[in-house]
């Protein structure tokens, strides 16, 4: 149930993220800034399904280096459009600065929801183990 639960609320903020950078394009046009931020963000939904479904079908931990990998593109991308619209000095890019900043905590989560998901599981199963 947590990890649908997780699902949705990345999938959602994913794409809200998205929607605001993509209307923000001619920003990232004149701040020379790569346009790939909106695509990338896009791809944490993966992150949490991999952890859903490939999970059974490979392990965990391959699992949760595939669902890891979903998120680190996204989150270097962010980083660099972050220090461009942060070196700004306008308000006008408030708006794609907020939307870096939910998709970035967004890929954090992601990742530590993914970390904290293979811990308890090896956790879980060393206990059952001994």
């Given amino acids: 149930m947590l990890e649908v639960f997780v699902l949705v609320v990345v999938s959602v903020a994913a794409v809200r993220s998205a929607i605001v950078l993509r209307k923000s394009r001619l920003l990232f046009i004149e701040f020379k800034c790569p346009q790939v931020v ?20 490979i392990g965990l931990l391959p699992a949760a280096t595939l669902a890891v990998m979903c998120f680190i593109p996204g989150l270097v991308a962010i980083r660099r459009a972050r220090r461009v619209f942060d070196r700004s000095g306008t308000d006008r890019t408030r708006s794609v600065q907020d939307a870096l900043a939910v998709a970035s905590i967004t890929g954090i989560g992601g990742i530590a929801y993914i970390v904290c998901s293979v811990i308890i599981t090896l956790a879980f199963f060393h206990i059952r183990a001994a």
């Fill in 38 to 57: 909106a695509s990338l963000v896009l791809l944490f939904p993966l992150g949490p399904l991999v952890m859903l479904i490939v999970s059974w079908l």
